[in-house]
């Protein structure tokens, strides 16, 4: 029976992170695809947001790569990805709009945030010890090793707990933003509401995905125990 368990939620897993992969590619390439009406670039509406909410020290730079799209606060930079950045799409001023709901949150000392920022350290520790302990406490029989690594996974799923209200908030307040200063039509910016939604997905299937994961281990670690 717990095999039978084991499996089921290893395949949940696949499946939750896969449809959620799916339709945010789904969502952001239909609107990569469409040119806003103000022929505006993600740049462009990312300078005009920050200036606008006195966030002129924020520099916004191209970055290569697929939808690497990001708000580094130690260096009060937003990094778009080079179609969103020079591209004048309803997906790339959508996802600049969100970069810049995070330095606003930045400004603003949000809390969730601060403590995201505070779990870091703990989390790129844990992202690599967590089944490195699992992995030798299995091999070796030692059930406090593997109780360690699972314990060290829970650290990851206590930072995606907190990561959900950041981006759902930094989404919240980009569309408050676009709609504010008119950036996108009223039939866009619902498009552009749909592109923000499918990446909120994203965080709600990641936390999903490890919640089954600890789940599956604390039932494998419990076979291997009666073992």
């Known amino acids: 029976m717990?095999?039978?368990?084991?499996y089921g939620l290893t395949f949940l897993a696949v499946i939750i992170?896969?449809?959620?992969?799916?339709?945010?590619?789904?969502?952001?390439?239909?609107?990569?695809?469409?040119?806003?009406?103000?022929g505006m670039s993600g740049a462009t509406?990312?300078?005009?947001?920050?200036?606008?909410?006195g966030l002129s020290n924020v520099k916004v730079t191209e970055v290569s790569g697929y939808l690497s799209d990001h708000y580094d606060p130690s260096a009060k930079e937003i990094r778009l990805s080079s179609s969103n950045f020079n591209?004048?799409?309803?997906?790339?001023?959508?996802?600049?709009?969100h970069e810049c709901g995070h330095a606003i949150q930045d400004k603003e000392?949000?809390?969730?945030?601060?403590?995201?920022?505070?779990?870091?350290?703990?989390v790129n520790f844990s992202s690599y010890a967590g089944y490195l302990a699992i992995t030798i406490g299995c091999l070796t029989g030692l059930i406090g090793i593997v109780k360690i690594g699972i314990l060290l996974e829970c650290v990851i799923l206590l930072f995606q707990v907190v990561t959900l209200p950041v981006e759902i908030d930094a989404s919240s307040r980009a569309l408050k933003e676009v709609e504010k200063y008119?950036?996108?039509?009223?039939?866009?910016h619902e498009k552009g509401k749909t592109v923000l939604?499918?990446?909120?997905?994203?965080?709600?299937?990641?936390?999903?995905?490890?919640?089954?994961q600890i789940l599956r281990l604390i039932f494998m670690f419990r076979r291997n125990d009666r073992d």
Do not use: C, H, M, W
Not at 2 to 6: H, Q, T
Not at 182 to 188: G, M, P, Q, R, V
């Open 2 to 6: 717990n095999d039978l368990i084991i």
């Open 17 to 38: 992170t896969g449809a959620a992969q799916a339709f945010i590619t789904s969502a952001y390439k239909k609107y990569s695809e469409v040119a806003n009406t103000k």
């Open 45 to 53: 509406a990312a300078r005009k947001i920050l200036d606008e909410n």
């Open 87 to 97: 591209g004048k799409s309803i997906a790339g001023l959508s996802v600049a709009a």
């Open 109 to 122: 000392n949000y809390t969730f945030l601060r403590l995201r920022a505070s779990l870091v350290p703990l």
């Open 182 to 188: 008119n950036l996108l039509s009223s039939s866009e």
């Open 197 to 212: 939604k499918a990446a909120a997905l994203t965080y709600v299937a990641s936390v999903a995905s490890t919640l089954i």
